[in-house]
């Protein structure tokens, strides 16, 4: 099955503490990509990635770090979490080229608290 | 589950009715449209998209409508169903930011509750 997995689903940290979520895909897409979901704001990007070893920010990427070795692996990381990014987040990927015939396909999101 | 409904506005509508979701977007070079379906627990799933230079699509069940003097867009479905309750979002493709890569900008979204 074509699916965007998210590990883990629910996150509970304390401020400082590094932490990674991971994300991976099977579908052989170029693109990948991390948002975060805030109540009463759509989904924001973090980071993004064209292809292997190449990412960029997206619209809020204060406070995250991301990585691309491999084409299926897009990890977020989180150097030193503090509470303002206790958030829904969720990982896409898709097909490069045209956006009209390549939708994103998301994960199921990870909850994350950091206190 | 998931608290992203927390602050939407809701559509509440009986089993077999029609329902009609709005979005305003807010870019008037937005060439590109879609619309989401995020059940809880969930990640969003693709429903059904419009290009600019349409004014109307269908789909399974939905149809989207486009208005671009007024840039507003909506999505209908038809006979709803208690397993179409979720919150759906819109999203608009900003072309030529971000090194001439395509932006999506994501709406907030609706909630729809359907009852039996």
């Known amino acids: 099955e074509a699916q965007v997995t998210q590990n883990p689903r629910y996150l509970i940290t304390v401020t400082g503490k590094k932490l990674t979520v991971t994300c991976s895909q099977n579908?052989?897409?170029?693109?990948m990509s991390w948002y975060r979901q805030d109540p009463g704001l759509g989904l924001r990007q973090i980071y993004y990635?064209?292809?292997?070893?190449?990412?960029d920010k997206g619209d809020v990427p204060e406070g995250y770090k991301v990585s691309r070795k491999e084409k299926r692996n897009f990890p977020l990381i989180l150097e030193s979490p503090s509470p303002n990014q206790t958030s829904l987040y969720f990982c896409?990927?898709?097909?490069?080229?045209?956006?009209?015939?390549?939708?994103?396909?998301f994960g199921n999101g990870t909850r994350l608290t950091v206190t | 589950g998931e608290n992203v409904g927390l602050h939407l506005p809701t559509l509440s509508v009986q089993e077999g009715d029609n329902s009609i979701i709005n979005c305003a977007y807010s870019?008037?070079?937005?060439?590109?449209f879609i619309w989401y379906k995020q059940e809880s627990g969930k990640g969003p799933q693709f429903i059904i998209d419009?290009?600019?230079?349409?004014d109307k699509r269908q789909g399974q069940r939905v149809t989207v409508l486009l208005n671009k003097t007024v840039k507003h867009l909506s999505l209908q479905i038809a006979a709803t169903q208690p397993g179409d309750s979720a919150v759906y979002f819109c999203?608009?493709?900003?072309?030529?930011?971000?090194?001439?890569?395509?932006?999506?900008?994501f709406g907030t979204g609706t909630r729809l509750l359907v009852s039996p």
């Open positions: 896409a990927s898709r097909r490069t080229g045209s956006l009209y015939n390549s939708p994103l396909h």
């Open positions: 579908m052989n897409h170029e693109y």
């Open positions: 990635s064209m292809n292997v070893e190449v990412t």
């Open positions: 870019n008037s070079a937005s060439d590109y």
């Open positions: 419009i290009r600019s230079n349409m």
């Open positions: 999203a608009e493709n900003i072309p030529g930011e971000n090194t001439g890569f395509q932006k999506l900008v």
